[in-house]
């Protein structure tokens, strides 16, 4: 009874935990005047600075990390940090949120779908009902999304979109993946001084980008002079909250409960993410789904418990 209470709890976390990162999806949509590079830079400042106070505060800030583990650790943050953010931003302003949350919402499926392919222990045909169930639920909420004007094709903006979120999606895929691996075999660095190295690998890079921006862009910090004292409170707001609850509390809210529960409990709960970002984008919007969208949401989170239902029982045959 008490291993229950437990597991329950550790649950819980990872529920607290997806219910912040379904704001990631939010928050851009709100800002939508403001620039996606703008947005990704001071979420990932404030993720950087943030990680820096905590690690000086516990005392992890002086251990040393080879320079190997340092490139490795700037190619995994920027898999999960920077660049997952600065593509879903991009497909968030072109496409609207419903788009970058369903396909996001495919990320249990994809880090499933490669760490059985990696273990060998996967079939086609028992992965075939998952996919379809999701394929299904993406067919019906992308018919209910075009403009009726133009039939079954969709604008180029929304295509931009698209392409993006997909980008999104391979880099958040490989984070995952690379992060979990890294983990695996470097059990002498803690999970916490991981996620502060991480967290000043996207400090670092936010300033790059930063600089690109500018420099391709003509984007410097006048362009925020443009916005009014509302809309800059709103960005202010909404950039801190991005880099301290939806980066960084999230982030040990997930590590936590990932250690305490199996890989079939964290990824039912992975799925939740994407129902929270489009419980948040229907409230902005001040409406509630229609019955298709519900439909297309169901038959997706189906099919993604199809799929990792397979890849489970799969590897406990071999």
């Known amino acids: 009874m008490a291993g229950s209470k437990n597991v329950n709890f550790y649950m819980a976390l990872g529920v607290a935990a997806n219910a912040l990162w379904g704001a990631a999806f939010v928050v851009p949509y709100a800002l939508h005047d403001f620039p996606s590079e703008l947005i990704t830079v001071f979420r990932y400042v404030v993720y950087g600075v943030v990680s820096v106070i905590i690690l000086v505060l516990l005392g992890l800030g002086n251990v040393k ?46 880090v499933i779908l490669v760490g059985a392919f990696q273990d060998k222990v996967w079939s086609l045909p028992g992965l075939l009902p998952g996919i379809g169930l999701i394929v299904s639920g993406i067919v ?70 930063a600089l690109f921006a500018y420099m391709f862009a003509g984007y410097d910090m006048s362009v925020l002079n443009a916005y009014s004292a509302d809309r800059l409170t709103a960005f202010i707001f909404g950039v801190v909250f991005l880099g301290v609850f939806v980066s960084y509390l999230a982030m040990w809210l997930w590590n936590v409960s990932s250690r305490h529960v199996s890989s079939i409990v964290a990824g039912r709960v992975l799925c939740l993410e994407t129902i929270f970002a489009l419980a948040y984008g229907y409230a902005l919007d001040a409406r509630i789904p229609r019955v298709f969208e519900l439909l297309g949401i169901c038959l997706i989170v189906s099919g993604g418990y199809l799929v990792q239902r397979h890849a489970e029982a799969a590897r406990q045959d071999t």
Request: charged letters at 5%; hydrophobic letters at 55%; a positive charge.
């Open 65 to 110: 990390i080879s320079l190997p583990i340092f490139m490795l650790g700037n190619a995994i943050s920027f898999c999960g940090n920077v660049g997952y953010y600065l593509f879903l931003t991009l497909g968030i302003q072109y496409s609207g949120f419903i788009y970058p949350a369903l396909i996001i919402g495919l990320l249990p499926v994809s």
């Open 140 to 209: 019906l909420i992308n018919y209910l999304n075009v403009n009726a004007s133009s039939g079954l094709l969709l604008s180029a903006d929304r295509v931009r979109g698209i392409t993006f979120s997909l980008i999104s999606l391979l880099l958040l895929t490989m984070y995952c993946i690379a992060n979990a691996s890294f983990l695996k075999f470097n059990t002498g660095i803690s999970s916490l001084r991981w996620a502060g190295s991480l967290g000043i690998c996207a400090l670092w890079q936010s300033l790059l980008l």
